[in-house]
């Protein structure tokens, strides 16, 4: 089964980490996304703008667009994961992974894909 | 991460929220500071043990206004009877936290705290001592080592900036929307204030480099709160282009390197395409600003994959419009600037004759006539400006920068005379 693992934290403490903090996350993080690539495991890894950069459209009859995140949350979607898993005690398994590694608190949200089809045409990127 | 560090962040993170509902409860911003500091030391004893709770700043409020709460009573016991009217709302202490924890509950007290910092009657340098102390929760210590004073002095300063501000009374009542809107222009001019005082120190000064950080928070936080207010996106935008070229903006030694000579490289790509992705939100709402103006103004510069290539029509548009929103000698010198770029020394030198009264005793004028004049071979009039650019440079790179000038115009001078 492939799960789209949802990253959710409060992204002004997120925010509130110092440059070194932030990078040492990053590189634990990267290191499980290793182990999972190794595996053939591991689709996209997206980590996202803060939602001050977010805009919302509503759909209606005249699609409405919103400055902001979607919903406001005491937690934000900071980014996701694409993971390839047996069944949803793996894909706990590997989330407890990536927890361990970034040792902040948030969730993980587990979401099971419905449909994935990756066209393969974005290059690399850093925001 | 380890417990410390997020206990540390997320303390941080709530420190506004926090200390701006504590504000209100108590009335008062000593009380406010002292309650949020004994929920800080209640939350290290508990958290690392009990794990951290899911809304921090709600604890924290929740926890600091009990302390607060004990604490005004055994003083009171000391003293006299308890003032009722010293709390508000004081029967909704056994409220349950989660109750008050939405967005738009904190808005108005964070911009009230916020305000609060920027009342008219302080001085620049005290609006932005003050929000750091208050609002970021900067050590007094590094406040004042940032403003080369000793902590005393600016522990003094401090206290005499809150009296003024109670002096003054503090604005409790639940702001209008024309209210709300009129306290943004002053909040967001003290916050990009607070970016300066970082923006211009070389990162040897690493007290004051980080300041420009917590500007940038204080600017995100204003922005959660009033997320559909084109300036405000402005003033983030333009603080996040600007520090994104801070790995650039000074050699080893600490000296400035112009734009025209910095490594392009090393420009923080994550800070402009943030700044690039809240302009363009921002323009959309078609409600120009001064801080939309500087950030577009920015963003060209970040555009530009080198100093060569820059939109320099562009940049000389936007300041024409700045000239309009903000009129500034300063903002018609920078326009000068562009306008060399575009229609030639002759043509800036021009637009920057006027200003020679208003701008006298400014360093960057002198300077830049003296680099027209130079362009357009008359040497001994550049050398004359230059000469009066060097008395007024504010830090000795400026005045090196100068004496550069004044050698190659001495070598140029000797292999190709002016004709």
Request: charged share 25%.
């Amino acid at each position: 089964m492939l799960y789209a693992v949802l990253c959710y934290d409060r992204e002004d403490v997120v925010g509130a980490w110092t440059p070194e903090e932030d990078a040492a996350v990053m590189e634990r993080l990267f290191t499980v996304q290793e182990k999972l690539a190794a595996d053939g495991r591991i689709g996209p890894v997206a980590r996202l703008l803060p939602t001050t950069a977010a805009t919302t459209i509503r759909k209606g009859k005249e699609a409405l667009v919103l400055d902001g995140p979607f919903a406001e949350t005491k937690e934000q979607l900071l980014g996701f994961y694409l993971i390839e898993c047996e069944n949803l005690e793996a894909a706990v398994e590997t989330a407890k992974d990536l927890a361990r590694a970034s040792g902040s608190a948030g969730s993980y949200e587990l979401r099971p894909v419905d449909f994935f089809k990756d066209w393969g045409a974005l290059p690399d990127a850093t925001a | 991460m380890n417990d410390q560090a997020w206990i540390e962040a997320a303390l941080t993170a709530a420190r506004p929220r926090a200390v701006a509902a504590l504000m209100r409860y108590f009335r008062d911003l000593d009380l406010a500071e002292e309650a949020f500091q004994d929920a800080c030391l209640k939350a290290l004893q508990s958290w690392p043990s009990k794990g951290p709770p899911r809304d921090p700043a709600s604890w924290l409020i929740f926890v600091g206004r009990n302390a607060g709460v004990d604490g005004l009573r055994r003083r009171s016991r000391q003293t006299e009877l308890p003032d009722e009217d010293r709390l508000s709302d004081l029967d909704d202490v056994e409220t349950p936290a989660a109750e008050r924890l939405d967005a738009a509950d904190y808005r108005d007290d964070v911009l009230r705290l916020l305000f609060t910092c920027c009342h008219p009657d302080l001085p620049a340098t005290q609006q932005v001592a003050l929000a750091l102390r208050i609002v970021s929760g900067v050590p007094t210590a590094r406040i004042a080592r940032a403003f080369l004073v000793s902590e005393a002095a600016m522990e003094q300063r401090i206290t005499r900036a809150k009296a003024r501000i109670a002096q003054a009374g503090l604005p409790f009542e639940t702001p209008s929307a024309v209210d709300r809107i009129e306290r943004l222009g002053p909040v967001a001019a003290m916050i990009y204030l607070v970016f300066n005082e970082g923006y211009t120190a070389p990162p040897q000064q690493g007290e004051r480099a980080g300041f420009a950080e917590e500007a940038i928070r204080l600017g995100r936080l204003l922005l959660r709160l009033f997320p559909g207010e084109p300036e405000i996106m402005g003033l983030v935008a333009l603080m996040l282009l600007q520090h994104a070229r801070g790995p650039a903006r000074f050699d080893a030694q600490g000296a400035v390197i112009l734009l025209e000579h910095q490594d392009r490289s090393l420009w923080d790509r994550k800070l402009i395409q943030e700044g690039l992705a809240l302009l363009d939100k921002a323009l959309r709402h078609v409600r120009p600003g001064p801080y939309q103006a500087q950030a577009a103004i920015a963003a060209l510069h970040a555009r530009a994959r080198s100093f060569d290539e820059t939109d320099w029509n562009g940049i000389e548009r936007l300041y024409a419009s700045l000239e309009v929103m903000e009129p500034s000698p300063v903002v018609t010198l920078n326009r000068a600037v562009a306008v060399m770029k575009t229609r030639g020394p002759e043509a800036a030198l021009e637009m920057i004759g006027p200003l020679a009264d208003k701008l006298d005793g400014y360093f960057y004028l002198h300077g830049l006539t003296g680099a027209l004049l130079k362009q357009l071979g008359r040497h001994d009039e550049a050398r004359t400006a230059f000469d009066r650019a060097i008395a007024l440079a504010n830090t000795p790179a400026e005045a090196a920068h100068i004496r550069d000038q004044i050698d190659s115009l001495a070598a140029g001078q000797q292999a190709a005379p002016a004709t």
